[in-house]
């Protein structure tokens, strides 16, 4: 990717080759991706839980309101005791249990999900 300098210059050598400056700004710029974030509280069902790393938990889960399923990687420290206990119970219950979600996309596209806490079901 060529920088903003290279697009001021008149010219640029690149290699062996010399590009005007005008033709850096034409040929270089790519958009930065759109990145937003978005947090949610859905039902899901833990539907594997993978405790072969001792450093990290991984989790898959399905959100029961869109029936998409995630799979997710989070340090034990990060889902506080109580919070992996009830991940746990409900893993074990194969029932549901509400959670607050971090989704974030990009460019339109989903890029990761988190789950931040657990939380009571609304009323």
């Not at 937003?36 to 039902?43: A, E």
């Not at 893993?91 to 931040?116: M, N, P, T, Y």
Request: with cysteine; aromatic share 6%; charged share 20%.
């Amino acid at each position: 990717m060529i920088g903003k300098t290279a697009r001021q210059a008149a010219a640029v050598i690149l290699g062996a080759c010399a590009v005007l400056g005008s033709t850096c700004s034409l040929v270089s710029w790519q958009a930065a991706a759109q990145t937003s974030r978005s947090v949610i509280v859905r039902p899901i069902q833990v539907v594997e839980i993978d405790t072969s790393d001792p450093i990290a938990l991984e989790l898959a889960f399905v959100d029961l309101q869109t029936k998409i399923a995630y799979r997710t990687r989070f340090r034990d420290s990060l889902v506080g005791g109580d919070d992996r206990h009830k991940l746990v119970q409900s893993f074990e219950a194969r029932g549901e249990i509400w959670v607050e979600l971090a989704i974030q996309i990009a460019d339109g596209k989903f890029r990761s999900v988190e789950i931040l806490r657990t939380v009571a079901p609304p009323n």
